[in-house]
């Protein structure tokens, strides 16, 4: 399986998805520029998370609309596998791969923690390596998490298991509608999160939470 | 050369977080009676374009692929 990771001004966590990809896998991730108008033949791309463009007029907005985010488009209209984490959620969204929108927190305050997710669809091919209801940990960093969806776009996310996260136990660190944590589109293939799994990988992160949802999407036996 | 104001503000039930502070802020300092705050944004966009009908066209799709969010957001475009 060989992935490939979508670099863009800002981003900060770029470099974390490219170990985790490299560690999970055992082979380094494609990187594709801002500009770039193709993307190689890959299974998965992924989004990291940061500050695109410094999230200036709307978090992920400017970086939705670079010419890479179309070959994104045209690749996940394909089947590909999409993961966007963090600012790559919000890029999701607002680049319409993904319903809804992120707001910023209920708290108005940056939120940097560790929070339980409760994985509310084991079905998908991002967490076919979970169990379903299962509670694992994951770190969280951002400022506008705020998962918000018009009621009609709620009920069918709800109604066809697209909500794929659900912050768990209280712990909703953003005011998130519903304990909102990440979602796919309704084809399956497209990820968005806010939490970072990639940053839970290992032993020297405090745990491996994280790393089934990479094994899943890549196919990698536990 | 066309300038226009463009007004973006958030749907009726979507949360305003910041609006919110805002509001309490201002009953804070004192401000009695002050009811719901929403905050938005405002752009002032010049055009090189004499045709008010074409600006006005050219500005609605800026909106639309940029400049709101129309999943959670209004907008209006006033030719000044």
């Known amino acids: ?222 | 050369m066309i300038k226009a104001r463009i007004t973006v503000t958030l749907k009726n039930g979507v949360l305003d977080p910041q609006g919110k502070a805002i509001e309490h802020a201002l009953s804070g300092l004192g401000f009695g009676g002050v009811g719901q705050v929403r905050q938005g944004k405002v752009f002032d966009v010049e055009l090189a374009e004499s045709d008010k009908a074409k600006a006005e066209a050219d500005l609605k799709a800026m909106c639309d692929k940029l400049l709101a969010n129309t999943v959670i957001e209004n907008y209006s475009v006033a030719i000044t």
Request: charged letters at 20%.
């Open chain 1, 1 to 222: 399986m060989k992935s490939a990771v979508v670099l863009l001004p800002g981003l900060n966590r770029d470099r974390d998805m490219i170990a985790a990809l490299t560690k999970i896998s055992g082979t380094p991730p494609i990187t594709v520029w801002q500009t770039d108008t193709e993307i190689p033949d890959v299974d998965l791309i992924t989004i990291p998370g940061g500050f695109s463009f410094g999230d200036y007029l709307r978090c992920g907005a400017i970086a939705a609309r670079m010419p890479v985010m179309r070959a994104v488009a045209e690749k996940a209209t394909k089947g590909v596998m999409v993961i966007g984490v963090c600012n790559g959620f919000q890029i999701l969204v607002e680049a319409g791969l993904l319903p809804g929108a992120l707001m910023r927190n209920t708290s108005l305050k940056f939120v940097c923690r560790q929070v339980k997710l409760q994985i509310t669809n084991a079905n998908t091919m991002f967490t076919r390596r979970y169990q379903p209801g299962q509670i694992i940990r994951s770190p969280v960093a951002h400022h506008d998490g705020n998962y918000f969806a018009d009621a009609e776009t709620l009920r069918r996310l709800e109604g066809e298991g697209q909500v794929v996260f659900r912050y768990a136990e209280g712990t909703n660190p953003n005011g998130s509608i519903n304990d909102i944590a990440g979602i796919i589109n309704s084809q399956g293939n497209v990820l968005g999160l806010m939490p970072h799994p990639e940053n839970l990988i290992e032993a020297a992160h405090g745990g491996s939470d994280g790393r089934a949802l990479f094994e899943s999407a890549l196919g990698i036996a536990a």
